[in-house]
């Protein structure tokens, strides 16, 4: 107990000093983020009665020390993206306010701000080059690296090591979900389902699936290859159908990038193809796409359950469409449990269509806003960057119908927005100079960049 103790009392001071000594060292903070991300929820701290979850901790901490430096940087712009970010997490915390008092409101929809709008900061702030951008995809892979790591003996032994460990250390107690898991019935293939340093195998297997995207596009050859096998494996022994999805969905958008490059107008014509595709299952089949999307699981019972939970949840969302029920303020059948297995119908039930609006819209413009800035002459490392950072948002937005992200991966989604703006509000590899420069190696393949800022992005030899 007495390592507990001298954690739960030094807890925040700990963050607020590795926060405070990063700060000085920017190539660090996205690191620290990830490290703080992939540490359990076990190893929470109590100050008075708010939990201050490790990830929450470092985001809370670094909020300030983001917006300086952002605001600083005269080469950062105020953006769409920016705004309905924010707006989202207000009007998510104002949502719980008018649903839950005063009290539990300030508390638990400030810790969702906080976590949004922290999160989405770090990388606003810290991420603002092209080898900024590929540091991040370092670190998030070798956060997948070492939760696979943890996954696979988990999964063969049937224990969750780190959350074990966790609890030991802080002296609590381990998740009831996670203790029921270790139950023969709940295995899938006669393996228990991991959990690594999540709160959930989807989640755990989402995070890693998300990197499908930024792996295949920033490196090449064997440096690739091996990176996506990694993955492919973590998200197998996840034994989630979410993240295949997520994985599957990804890989599909890698070709469809490869494929189409130099077919014009190629995203007219793909959701043109997709929008008719659309309307065809949906003449043909007895069920809409929506359905078909959330019915798609290892388990066709958990399908059906969740074609269940939209049905009854979107109802309880359009009888409450400004600020939504609250927390378990959904009507529904006495067998279905309070857990909403989508993301953007619990934050509308949360927060009501303005919250869900907020957010697609911060994505969309986003999105936009790094294709408005990108020229005929874009360099070649900005242009993996945009392919890889727009993959994965992507995949991870499409996701959220079928899983819900909370803590840790709530903050990674919000993060991996952000991540996009340092292409949408500098010029930064838009225009390419028209003397020669280094040739950067991507695996085995060498390809001209004629650009002073171009790292070697195979292995990742950054120059700054």
């Known amino acids: 107990m007495a390592i507990a103790d001298h954690i739960v009392r030094g807890g925040p001071r700990v963050a607020q000093g590795t926060a405070a000594r990063a700060a000085s060292k920017p190539q660090a903070i996205v690191p620290l983020f990830f490290a703080f991300l992939a540490l359990p929820s076990g190893f929470a701290v109590k100050v008075f009665d708010a939990t201050l979850y490790p990830a929450r901790m470092f985001v809370l901490v670094m909020i300030p020390f983001a917006l300086g430096k952002l605001m600083r940087d005269r080469s950062a712009r105020f953006l769409a993206s920016d705004f309905f970010v924010v707006a989202f997490a207000l009007w998510l915390w104002l949502s719980i306010i008018v649903n839950h008092q005063l009290g539990k409101g300030l508390y638990f929809g400030g810790s969702l701000a906080v ?53 030991m250390v802080m002296g609590g107690e381990v998740p009831v979900w996670i203790k029921v898991s ?21 989640l755990f297997g989402t995070f890693c699936a998300g990197a499908t995207g930024l792996v295949y596009f920033l490196y090449d050859g064997v440096q690739r290859w091996w990176r996506l096998l990694v993955i492919a494996g973590a998200v197998f022994i996840s034994l989630s159908s979410g993240p295949y999805i997520a994985f599957l969905l990804a890989v599909a958008l890698c070709v469809w990038e490869r494929l189409t490059r130099r077919v014009p107008h190629r995203v007219l014509i793909s959701s043109a193809i997709v929008s008719a595709g659309y309307l065809l299952v949906s003449l043909v089949s007895n069920r809409g ?57 619990n934050i509308g039930l949360l927060g009501g269509v303005p919250t869900v609006g907020a957010l697609v819209l911060g994505i969309a413009f986003m999105l936009l806003s790094v294709y408005l800035r990108t020229t005929p002459t874009e360099s070649y490392s900005r242009l993996m960057a945009r392919n890889s950072w727009a993959v994965t948002v992507i995949v991870l937005s499409v996701q959220g119908l079928t899983v819900h992200y909370w803590g840790q991966l709530f903050m990674f989604f919000l993060f991996v927005i952000g991540l996009g703006a340092w292409m949408a509000d500098t010029r930064e590899g838009a225009v390419a100079p028209s003397q020669g420069g280094p040739r950067p190696q991507l695996g085995r393949r060498t390809i001209k960049v004629p650009t002073r800022m171009e790292p070697r992005v195979g292995r990742l030899h950054i120059r700054d």
């Not at 709008?117 to 997948?144: E, N, S, W």
């Not at 969740?306 to 009888?319: D, K, M």
């Open 115 to 167: 976590e949004a709008v922290g999160a989405y900061l770090i990388a606003r702030a810290y991420v603002r080059t092209f080898p900024d951008f590929m540091r991040a995809a370092a670190a998030y892979f070798a956060t997948v690296l070492v939760a696979a790591a943890i996954a696979v003996p988990e999964a063969l032994i049937g224990y969750s090591f780190a959350h074990e460990i966790a609890s």
């Open 182 to 202: 270790y139950a023969s019935i709940y295995r899938r293939l006669g393996l228990m389902r991991p959990f690594s340093t999540f709160d959930h195998p989807i």
């Open 289 to 345: 796409v929506l359905s078909i999307i959330l019915a798609s699981t290892l388990d066709p019972a958990s399908g059906y359950y969740r074609l269940s939970i939209w049905e009854y949840g979107s109802a309880a969302v359009a009888r409450s469409p400004w600020f939504g029920v609250g927390f378990d303020g959904w009507s529904r059948p006495s067998w279905m449990s309070q857990s909403v297995d989508n993301f953007w119908l």
